[in-house]
């Protein structure tokens, strides 16, 4: 229904209720490149421009109806526009000003764009920018906006307005603003960026998603484009994950679940805006880094440990330099007794020579995707230092001109902006100049280890598990373990044993060290139903005895490594797999690592050794990818665990399990 490029590019705009008291608004339509009115019957012109008494007087119908009208008069605006044929409006009001008229007139609104199939951005928002283009924006940009590739929106009036106040560091397709979205929403927006030629990257600023499915389904296009979607997303919590009945629920929650939904489709998620920006300035940039080898040059040693600290959080350590590029700096500079990486350079010999000539050399050397110079440029500093900084990101431009694999960033320590005239000089270079360590590094990182999209695999074929799964509720240990079994999971021998004498009878059919469970859910032994070391059948019969009710009888398997796979379905996103350290280390949250179901055997080996999990017998793999196939088989499932698979040195083996299945 969203005509999202009439909205961005429209050729003709009005702006309905344009008056004094909105200059800035009306100002930047009027510098805005297309043909533009106001509608106002008691003027004939605001701010240059020429204003009608309705929008039936118009030359013509425009193509969007900017309504700068309060939330009492914006219903009869909107009638009054779309009675002549205008279906895209942009409503920045309805906001707090309207206190409790907000949301019914929002609602009415809503309602009647639907009714038109029309496109309505808002309300409550700033509106749309195109730096160089139209806009219909309740603000007044600055000029040192520049227009370049990145698509952003974001939820936030506020956040979109700073990304307008970014002097130029970021060439923008468009910043959009879009507020309530009780029309059109941050999935229709996506979906045009993944199909629009002038957008190669986007930035999202989400505060909800209202759309899951079709947000999911323009992530895909996206990554099926080759655009990275760089995701800042607010308000999370985890209160609805701690109501879980099994670990994994309680682990996954609805923003880790966003996460790995993130993850599938290859888009990068940061933790603030400042992470955000940087990612998205080197995105803006022609040319992204290619890799994750990464050299650096600094201005003091303390620096370095600090660059050094903040990339090897970030996931790209500075590896030592190799002998031959040692040996080529310290012949080409003596004073580099050992150098290092990232390098110090301060004092080795002139500013001027020193800094150029080695980031030469270790560009020259192949060994690098990403080689980097940190100043420290600041508005404040000594002018004295200007020339050699200078110099410096004259090289890293000409050096990744040469270049085509090796891509170049000049960082700075401070997190203000360097002098105006370096800025204009990096965009010009095409050189991104990034602000801060952490956040340099985080954005290098972000760019350089995204991984490349891979087509998502269809779900296995289940067998049938009808017979298993036609109660509801929490299903026992034994009944879960069947239906793992009948995917292939290997449990440990086990026997249900409903009286003492049955438990007897069980032990001396196992025959080996055993283990005597009470048959009820998972997560047993923290209540006292498990009892260990069972050797005879008397053992067996006195632990029934004492735990009381249905029971299991089951080979005691060898200590090794405990692993936790478990699968939550997402109210919102749907199946969601976790794979980390099982037993206690099941109740940290960064040993779990997650993805979105379904995941072929190859994609799940993967997330076990990002996990850091040893798999030598594929079982572990094995088993998660299952266990999406299984959840997309059976909807009704809405939790899935194996907690602990026991990894040994001959054998993996299930010893404990949890199906959840809806009322």
């Known amino acids: 229904m969203a005509d999202i490029r009439s909205l961005l590019f429209p050729d003709s705009i009005a702006v309905v ?15 805005s490149r297309v043909r533009a009115w106001g509608v106002n019957p008691n003027r004939d012109e605001v701010a240059g421009l020429r204003c009608y008494p309705s929008v039936a007087e118009l030359p013509e119908v425009p193509a969007c109806a900017f309504l700068m009208v309060n939330h009492e008069r914006v219903e ?3 009638e009054e526009a779309a009675a002549t044929g205008v279906r895209v409006f942009v409503v920045p009001g309805v906001g707090a000003e309207a206190g409790e008229a907000a949301k019914p007139t929002t609602e009415r609104l809503a309602r009647r764009a639907r009714e038109l199939g029309a496109t309505l951005l808002g309300p409550n928002c700033m509106g749309v920018f195109v730096p160089g283009g139209a806009a219909a924006w309740n603000g007044s940009p600055q000029d040192t906006t520049a227009p370049g590739h990145v698509a952003v929106l974001c939820q936030s009036g506020s956040i979109a307005d700073a990304f307008l106040s970014l002097g130029g560091r970021i060439g923008l397709r468009c910043v959009v603003s879009s507020g309530a979205e009780a029309v059109t929403d941050a999935a229709d927006f996506l979906a045009f960026f993944a199909e629009d030629p002038g957008t190669r990257a986007v930035g999202l600023f989400l505060e909800t998603v209202r759309r899951p499915d079709a947000f999911v389904d323009a992530l895909r296009q996206c990554a099926e484009a080759g655009k990275p979607v760089v995701c800042l997303k607010v308000g999370r919590s985890e209160a609805a994950a701690r109501a879980a009945l099994s670990h994994t629920g309680a682990l996954v929650g609805s923003d880790r679940a966003f996460s790995a939904v993130l993850r599938r489709y290859s888009a990068v998620e940061v933790g603030d805006f400042h992470e955000l920006v940087e990612t998205l300035e080197i995105l803006g940039r022609d040319r992204w880094p290619g890799g994750p080898r990464i050299a650096g040059i600094s201005e003091s040693g303390g620096e370095c440990a600090l660059l050094a600290d903040h990339a090897e959080a970030a996931g790209i350590p500075f590896e030592p330099l190799s002998s031959r590029l040692t040996h080529g700096l310290s012949t080409a500079f003596p004073n580099y007794l050992a150098p290092g990486n990232p390098l110090d350079a301060w004092g080795i010999a002139d500013e001027t020579e020193v800094y150029p000539h080695s980031l030469e050399l270790l560009a020259e050397s192949g060994e690098f995707d990403v080689l980097f110079a940190q100043a420290d440029l600041s508005q404040f500093r000594d002018e004295t230092n200007d020339e050699w900084c200078e110099l410096t990101l004259r090289a890293l431009a000409r ?20 002098p105006r005239r370096f800025q204009e000089l990096a965009r010009e270079l095409d050189v991104p100049l990034l602000r ?15 991984r490349p999209f891979a087509e998502t695999c269809d779900a296995a074929p289940v067998p049938d598990l009808s017979a298993l799964l036609s109660g509801s509720g929490t299903l026992s240990e034994h009944e879960s373990s069947l239906v793992l079994e009948r995917l292939g999971v290997p449990f440990a021998q086990r026997i249900r044993a409903a009286t003492p004498e049955g438990a007897a009878a069980a ?3 196992i025959g080996a060290r055993m283990v005597v469970k009470s048959d009820g859910p998972a997560h047993k032994a923290k209540s006292g139903g498990v009892v260990l070391g069972i050797e005879t059948a008397d053992a067996a019969a006195e632990a029934a005895r004492r735990l009381g009710g249905s029971v299991l009888i089951a080979r005691q398997v060898e200590p090794g490594t405990e692993v936790l796979c478990g699968m939550t379905r997402d109210a919102d996103f749907g199946p969601i797999l976790a794979v980390g350290r099982g037993g206690v280390a ?12 379904p995941l072929d055997i190859p ?27 299984l959840a997309l088989a059976h909807p009704r499932i809405t939790s899935v665990e194996v907690n602990p698979l026991i990894v040994g040195t001959a054998d993996t083996v299930a010893v404990d399990a949890l199906v959840v299945l809806a009322d």
């Open 17 to 31: 209720g344009a008056s004094p008291r909105n200059l800035a608004a009306v100002g930047t339509v009027v510098a």
């Open 507 to 509: 032990a001396t059919a």
């Open 76 to 78: 009869a605006a909107f």
């Open 399 to 418: 050096l990744a001109r040469d270049n085509e694999a090796l891509f170049c960033a000049m960082t700075t320590v401070h997190s203000a902006d360097p």
């Open 586 to 597: 099941v109740e940290e949250l960064g040993s779990v690592h997650l993805a979105s179901a």
């Open 436 to 450: 801060g360590p952490r956040d340099a590094m985080l954005a290098l990182a972000n760019v350089a280890r995204r």
């Open 603 to 629: 994609a799940a080996a993967d997330l076990v050794a990002e996990a850091g999990i040893d798999d030598p017998h594929g079982v572990v793999a094995a088993t998660l990818a299952a266990l999406g196939d």
